[in-house]
């Protein structure tokens, strides 16, 4: 009976800390877009829109993600390609489309009064 009492309650102790630490930035659980390698630049002309994801109890990384075109060639034909990369939030180029997507949301928060 002890011995049964003792199991349930080391169950339950390990449950509750596992889904307590799987909701927490850094957790057992990263579920972030952006893996692998980040890109530093992309050329502005290719960029269609951009996607800012602030840090997350899924993520604990601010991630920048951009729909961007361009043309190639394939068989012969042109095509156009449209895609979503990776922005690295610490590079030059992250850094001023961070700044710029804040000073946007200061201006419209405040122009609204």
């Known amino acids: 009976m002890k011995q049964v009492v003792l199991i349930l309650l080391c169950a339950l102790v390990f449950g509750v800390t596992l889904t307590h630490s799987a909701g927490q930035a850094g957790g ?63 590079g030059r180029q992250g850094q001023r489309l961070l700044k710029g997507k804040g000073s946007q949301r200061k201006s419209s928060s405040s122009s609204v009064t």
């Open 28 to 90: 057992a659980l990263q579920r972030c877009l952006c893996r692998g390698r980040l890109l530093k630049e992309v050329k502005p002309g290719w960029i269609r829109a951009v996607n800012l994801l602030q840090p997350s109890p899924s993520c604990s990384k601010t991630e920048i993600i951009l729909t961007v075109s361009g043309k190639g060639k394939r068989k012969g034909k042109e095509i156009n390609r449209r895609s979503e990369v990776c922005l690295d939030p610490n």
